[in-house]
């Protein structure tokens, strides 16, 4: 009869141990944030189109009172909206179109906003959409400063972004040598006939 062996634990073979999957580090999100960033800079080094700034953006008129709230992205919707603004970034290289600050180096908001520009004819009753530009979170609240100060008079901005708004714009305005005319007080037509004119229709 075979005598039975004892068997050491020492020679028991050791159980497999399985893999745990060790917890992402939290350090891989600015890494994220820094590739996106290096991305957006690779984007404009490759970019056909060199950026460009026109101060005198920033004399834009007012639209007029009969006009507000009717504009090329009501009419011709959300869609062609987001594909013209988004182009508008891009053509220029992701800079503001009035006073030139990249995009993530612009005060209080680090992306752009597209604005219309328009051709006024008080007489005639007519707005005449010429095109669409970038500018920078600072830029483009000085020029609709009506609905800045109605923002300041409901508690919606405080007093120093306020000011640091319009200080902004004078600056780059004094820089340009070019001044704010005074708002048109001539006759206007009745609110009726008033047109948005859009593409020359």
Not at 12 to 27: I, V, W
Not at 59 to 68: A, R
């Amino acid at each position: 009869m075979k005598k039975h062996q004892k068997t050491n634990a020492s020679q028991l073979p050791e159980p497999k141990k399985s893999k745990q999957k060790q917890p992402k580090s939290s350090q891989s999100k600015p890494k994220k944030s820094k590739s996106k960033r290096a991305r957006l800079n690779a984007l404009i080094r490759k970019s056909a189109a060199k950026p460009s700034s026109d101060p005198k953006i920033l004399l834009h008129p007012q639209i007029p009172e009969p006009m507000h709230g009717l504009a090329p992205r009501v009419i011709l919707g959300a869609k062609w909206w987001d594909k013209t603004r988004r182009a508008a970034y891009k053509e220029n290289a992701y800079h503001c179109a009035a006073c030139g600050v990249f995009k993530l180096q612009a005060r209080f908001r680090q992306w752009l906003e597209g604005h219309e520009l328009y051709e006024v004819d008080y007489l005639q009753g007519r707005l005449y959409y010429l095109r669409t530009v970038p500018l920078c979170h600072c830029c483009h609240n000085y020029i609709h400063n009506g609905r800045l100060l109605w923002l300041l008079e409901n508690n919606e901005v405080t007093h120093a972004k306020y000011a640091a708004i319009l200080g902004h714009g004078d600056a780059v305005l004094r820089a340009a040598n070019l001044k704010k005319p005074k708002p048109y007080d001539g006759p206007v037509p009745t609110r009726e006939d008033w047109r948005l004119v859009l593409f020359g229709k």
